[in-house]
């Protein structure tokens, strides 16, 4: 992807990063996702219950469920302490402990929390930051260019 085409991309991801937190899966009906409960994943996910609580507005609830998954290394539970210590959502905002824990999510192949993990870098304005983002997104658009190219 050229780095204009790149750029561009990655701010249409800057400006509307939705707060709703979804899981990959190869048939979408399985889920049981409505309009009025955003929630989608695999119906088996270990961290299914914390998605439902955190999107149906229960952070709390989510972060709690969401806790001793992350610490076993659960990428969807990573994500889901991403988004609440990057929102302050159940949890007191932090966005360094939210970087952690989107890099650990990225780590464990979470495609969200690398696209999430690039747009708090490049917000940041620090060349290192920045430079890791568009390495990122790099990394995202060889995976995944329908992605990457949101």
Known sequence: MKPLATLFAFTLLSISAPAAITLEVD??????????????GA?????KAAIEAFNRGRHIEGVRLATP?????????????G??????????ASREVAIENYRKAHKAGSTEATT????????AGEKAEQEEAWELLKQLSEKDTGTAAL
Request: proline share 8%.
């Open 27 to 40: 048939d979408p009906t399985l889920t049981g996702a409505t309009p009025e409960s955003p929630v989608t």
């Open 43 to 47: 119906l088996d996910s270990p961290a």
């Open 69 to 81: 998954l992350a610490a076993a290394g659960n990428a969807d539970a990573l994500l889901i302490l």
């Open 83 to 92: 988004l609440a210590y990057e929102t302050g959502s159940g949890v007191e």
């Open 116 to 123: 999430r993990l690039a747009r708090l870098l490049t917000s």
